[in-house]
C-alpha cells in the first residue's frame, strides 16, 4: 500500500498554503487532478484560484501517513496551523471527511 501523502497548494515561492489535502498519488498527478477538474457554474473558489493561477501554482510535501485516520488527523493538523499562521486557506473546515481511497477529493 502507498503511503498517504498530506500536501499543500501555493504559488510558487510564497509561503501561504492555500490548500491542504492528500493522496496517495505523486504529488505531480494529485495537482493535475486538481487541474483537470472543468470549470462552469459551480466553481468553487479553489478552483477558480487554481485556473487563475495555474502556471505559479505548486504542491509541496506537508507530510506523511500510513493509514487514512492518520492522514486526516495529520491534514486537520496542518489545517490547523495554516489557519493560525492567517493562511487563505479554501479548506472548508477541520474534520472533514477524509478523501476517497485515491485521495482525489478537492
Given at each position: 500500500?502507498?503511503?498517504?501523502?498530506?500536501?499543500?497548494?501555493?504559488?510558487?515561492g510564497?509561503?501561504?498554503?492555500?490548500?491542504?489535502?492528500?493522496?496517495?498519488?505523486?504529488?505531480?498527478?494529485?495537482?493535475?487532478?486538481?487541474?483537470?477538474?472543468?470549470?462552469?457554474v459551480?466553481?468553487?473558489?479553489?478552483?477558480?484560484?487554481?485556473?487563475?493561477?495555474?502556471p505559479?501554482?505548486?504542491?509541496?510535501?506537508?507530510?506523511?501517513?500510513?493509514?487514512?485516520?492518520?492522514?486526516?488527523?495529520?491534514?486537520?493538523?496542518?489545517?490547523?496551523?495554516?489557519?493560525?499562521?492567517?493562511?487563505?486557506?479554501?479548506?472548508?473546515?477541520?474534520?472533514?471527511?477524509?478523501?476517497?481511497?485515491?485521495?482525489?477529493?478537492?
Amino acid at each position: 500500500m502507498n503511503p498517504y501523502t498530506i500536501y499543500g497548494l501555493r504559488l510558487i515561492g510564497d509561503k501561504e498554503v492555500r490548500y491542504v489535502g492528500q493522496t496517495r498519488h505523486h504529488l505531480d498527478t494529485r495537482l493535475a487532478g486538481h487541474f483537470g477538474r472543468r470549470r462552469g457554474v459551480t466553481d468553487s473558489p479553489l478552483q477558480v484560484w487554481l485556473h487563475e493561477n495555474r502556471p505559479q501554482v505548486e504542491c509541496v510535501k506537508l507530510g506523511f501517513a500510513d493509514q487514512p485516520d492518520e492522514a486526516r488527523a495529520i491534514e486537520n493538523v496542518f489545517i490547523a496551523l495554516c489557519g493560525r499562521l492567517d493562511h487563505r486557506l479554501f479548506n472548508r473546515k477541520i474534520g472533514r471527511p477524509a478523501a476517497n481511497p485515491e485521495g482525489m477529493a478537492a
